[in-house]
């Protein structure tokens, strides 16, 4: 069977233990980040007198800019999770295996909040408008996605690399990649009303299906 590739520039990082402490928790998580999301969510319901084609612009610039803050935890996801099936089906070279726990290491830093570019997406700033709401709401479910779901699936298969049959971290794995899946869709569907409102295609979002379909 040939060997997986893996791309050796990745950012580098302190290690994390696989299973997330309290403070790493979905509902902690959700719950410290609405002192920052509300910010934005007033600045979404105050009267607005743009034109339309200004909304779209702002739109366009919004969905962009959660795509660039999002794209370093996106590769890391999806590193993780070709890392895990080349664990499973000894794919992955020996050169490739020695590095996986620094590998792991780095993907998960893409995603924590210690990454500046998840900070700069929890961050960003929504201009009111007739589809404000929806893009504040699209920006706190792509933060959502990568700073619990894909973070605690790297942690899951950080410790699956050391000790494959691990039961609680399979479990583990199980629940965030269903609620990578669920966060990925509402994304979606906000997304999908914003442009309803504007009349307008937007950018398409980049989070990417986990774990990847199988090929036919």
């Not at 702002?58 to 590193?79: F, G, H």
């Not at 408008?129 to 709401?137: I, M, P, R, T, V």
């Not at 479910?141 to 000790?163: F, P």
Request: proline content about 7%.
């Amino acid at each position: 069977m040939s060997a997986v590739s893996l791309d050796p520039q990745m950012p580098s990082g302190d290690p994390k233990k696989s299973t997330a402490p309290w403070y790493r928790r979905r509902w902690v998580l959700w719950s410290a980040g609405i002192s920052v999301f509300a910010g934005a969510a007033v600045l979404s319901d105050l009267p607005q007198h743009t034109t339309r084609a200004a909304q779209i612009s702002d739109a366009t610039s919004i969905v962009s800019q959660i795509n660039a803050d999002v794209r370093p935890c996106v590769y890391a996801a999806k590193e993780a999770f070709l890392i895990k099936s080349g664990l499973a089906d000894g794919s992955l070279s020996p050169a490739d295996r020695a590095r996986v726990p620094g590998l792991l290491r780095d993907d998960q830093n893409a995603c924590a909040f210690t990454n500046s570019a998840i900070n700069d997406l929890a961050n960003l700033s929504v201009p009111g408008s007739s589809a404000g709401k929806d893009l504040n709401n699209l920006v706190n479910s792509v933060t959502l996605w990568a700073s619990s779901d894909a973070l605690g699936a790297v942690e899951a298969i950080q410790t699956l690399a050391s000790r494959p049959g691990d039961s609680p971290a399979l479990a583990h794995l199980r629940e965030y990649e269903a609620m990578l899946a669920a966060d990925r869709s509402t994304a979606q569907s906000q997304l999908n009303s914003a442009q309803a409102i504007l009349r307008v295609q937007l950018p398409a979002l980049t989070l990417p299906e986990l774990p990847a379909p199988a090929q036919p």
